[in-house]
């Protein structure tokens, strides 16, 4: 089923806006079960170009992270975020204006000065945007292009995972699964060594479920919250990676982190 996101997220930055994106997956990772709409507004560099973003973000009531070093646009954000009562938070200024202070030093002021702009940044980068380009499904042909796939039913954290394995230089990609749903050819064409398949408890399942129906304004009491509907759907997934011959994980007890570093440590040995 499709998510509501619980907030929008406006990452602006007059560099690549890594720094910003990096503290919201941070945060993000808390949350692993809450769906949040995350929006990247890379090299603004004029004034109007600025203008026009914050005013999409006051449309969509949004959360504003950004890296600005240019004076002059941090003050317009500010301004804008306290006119329009944005919630606002300046990632980088307030330790810059700290080092400042205690070094007797002018910062330079240089938009991305903060990144060493090597190899392995760049293919993190590239690792994220592959994570959002085949989250959920979206294209199958890029199962086959993946270091990991990850494959669950709905609420077994497949978005959070493939974000937090994509910032470790992971090319992830990810499939919801449904027992009335056609498995998509490529998945039989992906070596089993690189699949994980996700399971939780039933009990736990259930209540995550029917909290995310409340935080809908809906019933908690649906059939995607129904303990025999859930059970059903546990069963079409484990028989599944049994046949896929995959690594199974039940995240019932463990954090993003957690399964993140057994899925690595697998695919190092």
């Given at each position: 089923?499709?998510?509501?996101?619980?907030?929008?997220?406006?990452?602006?930055?007059?560099?690549?806006?890594?720094?910003?994106?990096?503290?919201?997956?941070?945060?993000?990772?808390?949350?692993?079960?809450?769906?949040?709409?995350?929006?990247?507004?890379p090299?603004?560099?004029?004034?109007?170009?600025?203008?026009?973003?914050?005013?999409?973000?006051k449309?969509?009531?949004?959360?504003?992270?950004?890296?600005?070093?240019?004076?002059?646009?941090?003050?317009?954000?500010?301004?804008?975020?306290?006119?329009?009562?944005?919630?606002?938070?300046?990632?980088?200024?307030?330790?810059?204006?700290?080092?400042?202070?205690?070094?007797?030093?002018?910062?330079?002021?240089?938009?991305?000065?903060?990144?060493?702009?090597?190899?392995?940044?760049?293919?993190r980068?590239?690792?994220?945007e592959?994570?959002?380009?085949?989250?959920?499904?979206?294209?199958?042909?890029?199962?086959?292009?993946?270091?990991?796939?990850?494959?669950?039913?709905?609420?077994?954290?497949?978005?959070?995972?493939?974000?937090?394995?994509?910032?470790?230089?992971?090319?992830?990609?990810?499939?919801?699964?449904?027992?009335?749903?056609?498995?998509?050819?490529?998945?039989?064409?992906?070596?089993?060594?690189?699949?994980?398949?996700?399971?939780?408890?039933?009990?736990?399942?259930?209540?995550?479920?029917r909290?995310?129906m409340?935080?809908?304004?809906?019933?908690?009491?649906?059939?995607?919250?129904?303990?025999?509907?859930?059970?059903?759907?546990?069963?079409?997934?484990?028989?599944?990676?049994?046949?896929?011959?995959?690594?199974?994980?039940?995240?019932a007890s463990?954090?993003?982190?957690?399964?993140?570093a057994?899925?690595?440590?697998?695919?190092?040995?």
């Amino acid at each position: 089923m499709n998510e509501k996101s619980a907030a929008t997220v406006f990452v602006l930055s007059d560099s690549v806006g890594g720094t910003a994106s990096n503290i919201y997956y941070a945060a993000r990772a808390q949350f692993p079960e809450v769906a949040f709409d995350l929006k990247n507004f890379p090299f603004i560099r004029q004034e109007d170009q600025l203008n026009t973003i914050l005013e999409s973000a006051k449309e969509l009531d949004a959360i504003v992270l950004h890296t600005f070093v240019n004076p002059e646009l941090v003050d317009i954000i500010e301004d804008f975020c306290l006119e329009n009562d944005l919630t606002c938070f300046d990632v980088i200024n307030p330790l810059i204006n700290e080092l400042t202070l205690r070094s007797n030093a002018l910062p330079t002021h240089k938009p991305g000065a903060k990144h060493k702009l090597d190899e392995k940044y760049f293919d993190r980068i590239g690792a994220l945007e592959f994570a959002v380009k085949y989250d959920d499904g979206k294209d199958p042909k890029g199962f086959l292009e993946a270091d990991i796939v990850i494959l669950g039913i709905s609420r077994t954290s497949k978005t959070p995972l493939s974000i937090f394995l994509a910032n470790q230089n992971y090319k992830v990609a990810n499939l919801p699964l449904l027992p009335e749903s056609t498995l998509p050819k490529e998945i039989w064409q992906v070596d089993s060594n690189k699949i994980v398949g996700l399971t939780n408890d039933e009990e736990m399942l259930s209540n995550i479920r029917r909290e995310r129906m409340i935080s809908y304004g809906m019933q908690p009491d649906t059939p995607y919250s129904d303990k025999n509907r859930i059970r059903k759907e546990i069963k079409y997934a484990e028989e599944l990676y049994k046949k896929l011959n995959c690594q199974i994980i039940n995240v019932a007890s463990k954090s993003i982190e957690e399964t993140a570093a057994i899925i690595v440590n697998s695919l190092q040995k």
